[in-house]
Protein backbone atom coordinates (compact mmCIF):
# COMPACT_ATOMS: atom_id res chain seq x y z
CA UNK A 1 0.00 0.00 0.00
CA UNK A 2 2.64 2.78 -1.09
CA UNK A 3 1.64 6.20 -0.10
CA UNK A 4 2.52 7.51 -3.61
CA UNK A 5 2.31 5.27 -6.81
CA UNK A 6 2.73 6.07 -10.53
CA UNK A 7 0.58 3.23 -12.36
CA UNK A 8 0.97 3.22 -16.25
CA UNK A 9 -1.18 0.87 -18.51
CA UNK A 10 -1.04 -0.17 -22.27
CA UNK A 11 -5.44 -0.07 -22.08
CA UNK A 12 -6.73 3.54 -21.90
CA UNK A 13 -9.99 1.95 -20.85
CA UNK A 14 -8.91 0.55 -17.69
CA UNK A 15 -7.06 3.42 -17.13
CA UNK A 16 -10.20 5.36 -17.67
CA UNK A 17 -11.72 2.74 -14.95
CA UNK A 18 -8.93 3.44 -12.38
CA UNK A 19 -9.00 7.23 -12.93
CA UNK A 20 -12.56 7.32 -12.41
CA UNK A 21 -12.72 5.26 -8.97
CA UNK A 22 -10.21 7.85 -8.07
CA UNK A 23 -13.07 9.91 -7.99
CA UNK A 24 -15.81 7.54 -5.84
CA UNK A 25 -17.41 5.70 -9.31
CA UNK A 26 -20.69 5.15 -8.35
CA UNK A 27 -22.69 2.69 -11.15
CA UNK A 28 -26.05 3.59 -11.68
CA UNK A 29 -27.08 1.28 -14.93
CA UNK A 30 -28.52 -2.29 -14.55
CA UNK A 31 -25.81 -4.98 -14.26
CA UNK A 32 -27.31 -8.65 -14.68
CA UNK A 33 -25.71 -11.94 -15.91
CA UNK A 34 -27.41 -11.56 -18.92
CA UNK A 35 -26.47 -12.50 -22.57
CA UNK A 36 -28.90 -10.21 -24.28
CA UNK A 37 -28.02 -7.03 -21.86
CA UNK A 38 -23.87 -7.77 -22.31
CA UNK A 39 -23.90 -8.01 -26.09
CA UNK A 40 -26.29 -4.65 -25.88
CA UNK A 41 -23.31 -2.74 -23.38
CA UNK A 42 -20.59 -4.21 -25.49
CA UNK A 43 -22.55 -2.44 -28.60
CA UNK A 44 -22.71 0.71 -26.68
CA UNK A 45 -18.94 0.23 -25.07
CA UNK A 46 -17.66 -0.33 -28.50
CA UNK A 47 -20.21 3.13 -29.71
CA UNK A 48 -18.57 5.25 -27.12
CA UNK A 49 -15.24 4.17 -28.41
CA UNK A 50 -15.30 5.13 -31.52
CA UNK A 51 -17.44 8.63 -30.94
CA UNK A 52 -14.41 9.28 -28.83
CA UNK A 53 -15.81 9.21 -25.32
CA UNK A 54 -14.29 5.75 -23.81
CA UNK A 55 -13.07 8.28 -20.95
CA UNK A 56 -16.64 8.74 -20.01
CA UNK A 57 -18.49 8.03 -16.80
CA UNK A 58 -20.87 5.54 -18.66
CA UNK A 59 -17.73 3.88 -20.48
CA UNK A 60 -15.74 3.19 -16.77
CA UNK A 61 -19.02 1.19 -15.90
CA UNK A 62 -19.11 -0.65 -18.63
CA UNK A 63 -15.95 -1.46 -19.09
CA UNK A 64 -16.38 -3.02 -15.18
CA UNK A 65 -19.40 -4.81 -16.18
CA UNK A 66 -18.13 -6.39 -19.26
CA UNK A 67 -14.79 -7.16 -17.28
CA UNK A 68 -16.55 -9.03 -14.85
CA UNK A 69 -19.38 -10.94 -17.11
CA UNK A 70 -17.35 -11.50 -19.70
CA UNK A 71 -15.57 -15.03 -21.27
CA UNK A 72 -12.77 -16.03 -18.65
CA UNK A 73 -12.61 -12.55 -17.58
CA UNK A 74 -10.68 -11.44 -20.97
CA UNK A 75 -9.56 -8.29 -22.07
CA UNK A 76 -9.22 -8.47 -25.76
CA UNK A 77 -9.88 -5.73 -29.02
CA UNK A 78 -9.99 -6.77 -32.85
CA UNK A 79 -7.79 -4.97 -35.53
CA UNK A 80 -10.42 -2.37 -35.50
CA UNK A 81 -10.18 -1.55 -31.85
CA UNK A 82 -13.48 -2.96 -30.75
CA UNK A 83 -14.30 -4.85 -28.05
CA UNK A 84 -14.87 -8.41 -29.04
CA UNK A 85 -15.05 -11.03 -25.93
CA UNK A 86 -17.77 -13.32 -25.74
CA UNK A 87 -20.27 -13.84 -23.10
CA UNK A 88 -19.31 -15.73 -20.25
CA UNK A 89 -20.56 -18.94 -18.34
CA UNK A 90 -20.60 -17.95 -14.66
CA UNK A 91 -23.69 -19.13 -12.73
CA UNK A 92 -23.75 -15.88 -10.80
CA UNK A 93 -21.81 -13.13 -10.55
CA UNK A 94 -21.28 -10.41 -7.43
CA UNK A 95 -21.52 -6.54 -8.84
CA UNK A 96 -20.24 -3.69 -7.36
CA UNK A 97 -21.31 -0.35 -7.61
CA UNK A 98 -20.19 2.24 -4.98
CA UNK A 99 -16.67 2.28 -5.29
CA UNK A 100 -16.42 5.41 -3.20
CA UNK A 101 -13.76 3.41 -0.88
CA UNK A 102 -11.07 3.63 -3.21
CA UNK A 103 -11.20 7.57 -3.35
CA UNK A 104 -8.77 7.82 -0.76
CA UNK A 105 -6.58 4.89 -0.74
CA UNK A 106 -5.83 6.45 -4.80
CA UNK A 107 -5.68 9.97 -3.98
CA UNK A 108 -2.02 10.56 -4.11
CA UNK A 109 -1.89 7.90 -7.03
CA UNK A 110 -1.16 8.62 -10.54
CA UNK A 111 -2.49 6.88 -13.55
CA UNK A 112 -1.50 6.91 -17.15
CA UNK A 113 -1.79 5.25 -20.08
CA UNK A 114 1.44 6.12 -22.63
CA UNK A 115 4.54 4.09 -23.71
CA UNK A 116 6.92 2.85 -20.96
CA UNK A 117 9.76 4.61 -22.30
CA UNK A 118 8.37 7.87 -22.07
CA UNK A 119 8.24 7.88 -18.01
CA UNK A 120 10.81 9.59 -16.36
CA UNK A 121 12.14 7.60 -13.40
CA UNK A 122 13.66 8.90 -10.01
CA UNK A 123 17.18 6.45 -9.75
CA UNK A 124 15.69 5.49 -6.47
CA UNK A 125 12.56 4.32 -7.69
CA UNK A 126 11.15 1.43 -6.96
CA UNK A 127 9.78 -0.62 -10.56
CA UNK A 128 7.24 -3.47 -10.99
CA UNK A 129 6.35 -4.68 -14.66
CA UNK A 130 3.67 -6.88 -15.54
CA UNK A 131 3.56 -7.11 -19.00
CA UNK A 132 1.25 -8.99 -21.07
CA UNK A 133 2.46 -12.74 -21.02
CA UNK A 134 4.58 -14.19 -23.72
CA UNK A 135 1.65 -16.40 -25.56
CA UNK A 136 0.13 -16.13 -28.70
CA UNK A 137 -2.92 -14.39 -27.30
CA UNK A 138 -1.60 -10.24 -27.78
CA UNK A 139 -4.52 -7.89 -28.03
CA UNK A 140 -5.06 -7.02 -24.46
CA UNK A 141 -5.09 -3.12 -25.94
CA UNK A 142 -5.29 -1.81 -29.37
CA UNK A 143 -2.01 -2.48 -30.97
CA UNK A 144 -1.08 -5.29 -28.84
CA UNK A 145 2.15 -5.73 -27.28
CA UNK A 146 4.57 -7.57 -29.31
CA UNK A 147 7.92 -9.75 -28.65
CA UNK A 148 9.92 -6.18 -30.07
CA UNK A 149 8.28 -4.72 -26.74
CA UNK A 150 8.64 -7.64 -24.56
CA UNK A 151 12.78 -7.05 -25.61
CA UNK A 152 12.44 -2.97 -25.14
CA UNK A 153 10.62 -3.07 -22.05
CA UNK A 154 13.50 -5.46 -20.53
CA UNK A 155 16.40 -3.41 -21.75
CA UNK A 156 14.65 -0.23 -20.58
CA UNK A 157 14.50 -1.30 -17.02
CA UNK A 158 18.18 -2.98 -17.06
CA UNK A 159 19.42 0.67 -17.33
CA UNK A 160 17.48 1.77 -14.25
CA UNK A 161 19.70 2.03 -11.43
CA UNK A 162 16.93 1.36 -8.66
CA UNK A 163 14.99 -2.24 -7.46
CA UNK A 164 13.23 -3.54 -10.54
CA UNK A 165 10.78 -6.62 -10.69
CA UNK A 166 9.15 -8.03 -13.32
CA UNK A 167 7.00 -10.82 -14.11
CA UNK A 168 6.09 -12.95 -16.61
CA UNK A 169 4.73 -16.46 -18.14
CA UNK A 170 8.46 -18.61 -17.80
CA UNK A 171 9.07 -19.04 -21.58
CA UNK A 172 12.60 -20.11 -22.78
CA UNK A 173 12.85 -17.19 -24.63
CA UNK A 174 11.74 -15.00 -21.85
CA UNK A 175 13.74 -16.59 -19.59
CA UNK A 176 17.11 -16.53 -21.82
CA UNK A 177 16.27 -12.37 -22.52
CA UNK A 178 16.17 -11.78 -18.45
CA UNK A 179 19.43 -13.84 -17.86
CA UNK A 180 21.28 -12.13 -20.37
CA UNK A 181 20.13 -8.69 -19.50
CA UNK A 182 21.50 -9.42 -15.66
CA UNK A 183 18.36 -10.38 -14.08
CA UNK A 184 17.84 -12.74 -11.34
CA UNK A 185 15.38 -15.54 -11.71
CA UNK A 186 12.88 -17.33 -9.90
CA UNK A 187 10.35 -19.84 -11.29
CA UNK A 188 6.97 -20.02 -9.67
CA UNK A 189 4.05 -22.68 -9.79
CA UNK A 190 1.08 -20.06 -10.57
CA UNK A 191 -2.71 -21.24 -11.27
CA UNK A 192 -3.85 -19.76 -14.59
CA UNK A 193 -7.30 -17.62 -13.35
CA UNK A 194 -7.65 -16.28 -16.85
CA UNK A 195 -6.85 -17.93 -19.79
CA UNK A 196 -8.44 -17.80 -23.34
CA UNK A 197 -9.04 -21.44 -23.77
CA UNK A 198 -10.54 -22.06 -20.22
CA UNK A 199 -7.09 -23.78 -19.13
CA UNK A 200 -6.57 -22.90 -15.64
CA UNK A 201 -3.81 -25.67 -14.76
CA UNK A 202 -1.02 -24.43 -13.11
CA UNK A 203 1.80 -22.29 -15.34
CA UNK A 204 4.90 -21.73 -15.12
CA UNK A 205 5.62 -18.01 -14.23
CA UNK A 206 9.06 -16.16 -13.68
CA UNK A 207 10.07 -13.52 -11.10
CA UNK A 208 12.73 -11.30 -12.61
CA UNK A 209 14.75 -8.60 -10.01
CA UNK A 210 17.54 -6.48 -10.32
CA UNK A 211 19.54 -4.43 -8.07
CA UNK A 212 16.71 -5.44 -5.15
CA UNK A 213 18.24 -5.72 -1.89
CA UNK A 214 16.50 -7.12 1.47
CA UNK A 215 17.45 -5.32 5.59
Excluded at 41 to 48: A, S, T
Aim: with cysteine; proline share 6%.
Amino acid sequence: MPERALLNDLNPYLVSFYRWLQRGLRIDIPLENSRETYYKYRERFNKLIQEGKASSREAAALFYYLNRTGYNGLCRFNSRGAFNVPFGRYKKISYLRDFSAYKHVFERWEFICMDFEAICLNPEDFVYADPPYDVEFTEYAPGGFSWADQVRLVRWLARHPGPVVISNQATDRILRLYREAGFDLQILNAPRRIACNGDRTPAQEVLATKNLTTS
